[in-house]
């Protein structure tokens, strides 16, 4: 009956709805709706590890006010900026602002991640070092429990925090890409925009409706310009002076002396020195921009300043500055790059006809490209009608089109059949051959779309060929004058190398490659910037790329993995510290410390490479901590690959394992005189996976560990460096033995090399086929230095025996022939002459 009742009961607690855990505790989901402290979330450890804090005390979580209200404003701000950009129109300004209300956000949502996360690991594993085991959780003082309560509650505190930071922060990065596509639909119909075609009659007939208003409001424009100037004409005029002081200062003597020195070309020298071919070039086109574009803005700024440019005015002004500025930065490129009739100057490989007849028409694009926003300025000036604007714009890509084909067609051959293979091999070698089919069809575009009614994306392909051209040209130049800058400066004699060298201690080769390594990274410097700038014309702001860069640098997510690369690099600089600090120590011992100890050196070699495996061992264990790997998790993945290892690297791991055990056991050694099968050498290193021996020919053998463990190996210096040596020699049978073994032992005995002890001694060792055959043993003290004994040996007897008669025989073997009788009857009978024969002859 007791057990019928306790079943009931017990079956009535489960089913009843209770509100109430079994430990009796109000459940998170029976508190209170208005309950403003919500239950926090748990992690999936949480969800999976048994719960042993049932018994915790309540304390009360703790707060972050400052935390929380940077989080708080953050919102705010992302809150403003996603309201925004639901507006249909919005300006580039206001897109500016919210990209840097974006960024700002990141930034400090990525610091406060970086103070909270050290502390939240530390709270973390105070908590873990207080947690009990199962066994001793009912004898936990209360003390104890108190502290791991508050060390729980701070830690689920602080875990909110960061997890509100990292919300912030993908939200912060959806905000800037919204701002990116929004660019991007805000170029994109600027660009596919559709305007009257020219070749519409109606559209002229607009045009010319017009031209009257168009023509009194620029006449108006001027006569206002003019009437400022004429009733201040001391102002306008100092204006003037003030640009012209300033230009004619770059022609007072240092100046004009710098100029000429670096801007003159002797067309006369073959070979221009390195640094002064692109030196040269850069400084043509630093005069060439620097000139007129200071005097424009110098004289802009002064009329201003002068109160005579009226605020209409000034954006014609400003826009004359800045196309003057940019059609002169071309010219001069053209000419700084290309260097009509100097080809020794020429910094990109082609022929001088197509170099003179470019060059030209660079200028008249260039101008071309002033002339476009002078007129663009005007138009927006005097607010002229829309067919006004698109017969301008229309204009003006059609003459840069008819530009660019020109020029296209200068590249075309026009030599004849004798060179032309000299020719092609010369254009052949130019990066710039690859643009001329692109150039082509962009050109025959431009055309079609300007005639077709696409004005605005005619307008723009022209712009964009004008830009590229421009960034490639100065890419050329700024990427030959950092590499001469850079040669120059790390030269032998220059002074920066001269420095590395007599300072740093570093060696020519190291300084070569400091000067390889600098110059490559300028190198993707440039084009990087060259990069930029060329997609700064097609919609993409530099805010947006770098801001994307930067998002993924410091992490971004794979499903539920996060990677940083933020955190890869620092781990991979980690480990090439900790690397560098193994090398470091290894030299140390190698040269310092061990040289002093009486160890030998084979001892030496296992301690510098047992020291050089447990440095790069701690490197990895650091670096992989660093990234944040779990070294549990590596443990249970590299168990799980170790069937593929076992059947894959099997032979590897096997080579590795024994040499461990050759550095631990050492049965070789470096500097050990070994035998292994039909080689005998020296042992010079013992790697991870294979031994390098040197044989007495100066041949490296590289013996895998495995075969030196498993095989039979022959160790000459096992143990002892002492060995012993023998020598064989046969001499006659009618030799008197006795004395040759004196002899021997005599000549052993006299050789200060051969040790007395063990004495030497000597043995009649074989009756052989043709001589009788000694041998004399003897010992030397190291085999590794004295192995030539035995030869001395062997030369010493070679004289002894000759100045005392004993005989070293050749090779002899008796020969027997039988049935000697019959074969000498048999010549005896061929050698009689025929009687027949002699009767018939007489």
């Not at 200062?249 to 801007?263: D, H, I, K, N, S």
């Not at 002339?371 to 017969?391: K, M, Q």
């Not at 004058?481 to 002074?495: E, H, I, M, N, P």
């Amino acid at each position: 009956m007791k057990l019928l009742r306790l079943a009931v009961i017990a079956v009535l607690l489960i089913v009843s709805p209770s509100p109430f855990g079994l430990d009796g505790r109000v459940s998170p989901a029976a508190a209170a709706p208005g309950d403003s402290q919500a239950a926090p979330t748990t992690s999936a450890e949480e969800a999976v590890a048994p719960k042993r804090d049932e018994d915790l005390p309540t304390v009360p979580a703790p707060v972050f006010p400052d935390a929380q209200g940077k989080l708080n404003f953050w919102k705010e701000t992302l809150d403003t900026a996603e309201q925004a950009l639901r507006f249909r129109v919005i300006s580039e300004t206001t897109l500016d602002d919210l990209r840097d209300r974006a960024g700002l956000v990141q930034a400090g949502v990525r610091e406060l991640i970086g103070e909270m996360t050290p502390k939240l690991d530390e709270v973390t594993q105070r908590a873990a070092e207080l947690a009990p085991s199962a066994a001793d959780a009912a004898s936990q003082s209360d003390d104890i429990k108190l502290e791991r309560a508050k060390l729980v509650a701070q830690k689920v505190a602080q875990q909110g925090i960061v997890q509100q930071a990292r919300l912030l922060n993908v939200r912060a990065q959806q905000v800037a890409d919204a701002i990116s596509d929004r660019r991007r639909a805000i170029f994109t119909d600027s660009v596919t925009e559709r305007s009257p075609s020219v070749l519409n009659p109606s559209f002229w007939l607009d045009l010319a409706a017009t031209i009257p208003d168009t023509v009194s409001r620029l006449r108006e424009l001027v006569s206002r310009w003019v009437d400022s100037l004429a009733s201040q004409p001391l102002r306008a005029f100092s204006g003037v002076a003030i640009a012209a002081i300033v230009v004619l200062g770059f022609f007072l003597p240092p100046g004009r002396r710098w100029q000429l020195r670096w801007t003159s070309r002797d067309q006369q020298v073959v070979a221009p020195p390195e640094l002064r071919k692109p030196g040269s070039a850069a400084a043509i086109v630093f005069v060439g921009t620097v000139i007129p574009g200071v005097a424009l803005l110098v004289l802009y700024h002064a009329l201003i300043a002068l109160a005579v440019l009226p605020l209409d005015v000034a954006g014609i002004v400003r826009a004359l500055f800045v196309g003057t500025t940019f059609a002169a930065f071309f010219s001069s490129l053209a000419t700084a790059v290309l260097a009509p009739g100097r080809p020794s100057w020429r910094l990109i490989k082609i022929e001088d006809a197509v170099a003179e007849g470019v060059v030209p028409l660079a200028v008249l694009l260039g101008f071309a490209a002033a002339a476009g926003v002078l007129i663009d300025a005007t138009n927006r000036t005097i607010s002229a009608p829309t067919a006004l604007l698109t017969f301008s714009q229309a204009s003006i890509a059609l003459i840069k089109a008819v530009l660019f084909i020109a020029v296209l067609r200068a590249f075309a051959p026009t030599t004849t059949d004798e060179d032309e293979t000299a020719v092609a091999d010369l254009r052949g070698r130019s990066a710039w051959r690859l643009l001329i089919p692109l150039g082509w069809l962009a050109a025959m575009a431009t055309v079609l779309a300007a005639i077709s009614g696409y004005v605005a994306f005619a307008r723009f392909v022209t712009g964009e060929m004008t830009i590229i051209c421009a960034v490639l040209m100065s890419l050329i130049l700024l990427s030959q004058l950092s590499d001469a800058l850079v040669s120059a400066t790390f030269a032998f004699q220059g002074r920066t190398g001269r420095f590395l060298r007599q300072t740093a201690g570093l060696g020519n080769a190291a300084v070569r490659q400091i000067a390889t390594l600098i110059s490559g990274v300028l190198q993707l410097a440039l084009i990087g910037l060259a990069a930029f700038t060329v997609l700064a014309t097609w919609g993409i702001n530099s805010d947006d790329v770098l801001g994307s860069v930067s998002s993924a640098f410091f992490g971004f997510s794979i499903g539920q993995f996060t990677i940083s690369p933020s955190a890869i690099l620092g781990a991979i600089v980690v480990l090439i510290v900790g690397m560098a600090a193994t090398r470091a120590l290894q030299r140390w011992l190698d040269g310092r410390f061990l040289p002093e100890t009486n160890l030998d050196l084979g001892v030496r070699s296992s301690i510098r490479t047992g020291v050089g495996y447990l440095g790069i061992i701690l490197a990895v264990i650091v670096a992989l901590s660093y990234v944040g790997l779990n070294l549990q998790n590596i443990a249970i993945v590299a168990g799980a690959l170790s069937v593929g290892i076992g059947f894959g690297l099997q032979s590897i791991i096997n080579n590795f394992v024994s040499g461990l055990i050759l550095l631990v056991e050492r049965p070789i050694k470096v500097g050990d005189r070994i035998e292994v099968g039909a080689r005998m050498g020296v042992v010079k290193r013992i790697n991870v996976r294979a031994t390098e021996i040197a044989t007495y020919d100066n041949v490296s053998v590289i013996v895998p560990n495995a075969d030196l463990i498993s095989g039979q190996v022959v160790n000459w210096m096992h143990g002892s460096y002492t060995a012993r040596l023998s020598v064989m020699v046969r001499t006659a049978y009618d030799t008197d033995p006795d004395q040759v073994i004196a002899t021997l032992l005599d000549i052993v005995s006299q050789h200060e090399r051969a040790l007395k002890i063990p004495e030497p001694f000597a043995i009649l060792g074989n009756f052989g086929a043709d001589a009788l055959e000694f041998t004399v043993f003897f010992h030397v003290g190291n085999i590794s230095t004295d192995a030539g004994v035995a030869n001395d040996v062997r030369l010493e007897i070679l004289k002894r025996f000759r100045r005392e008669g004993i005989e070293i025989p050749f090779a002899q073997r008796d020969l027997r022939l039988r049935d000697l009788d019959r074969i000498e009857a048999i010549f005896h009978q061929a050698g009689k002459p025929d009687s027949k024969s002699e009767g018939a002859s007489g």
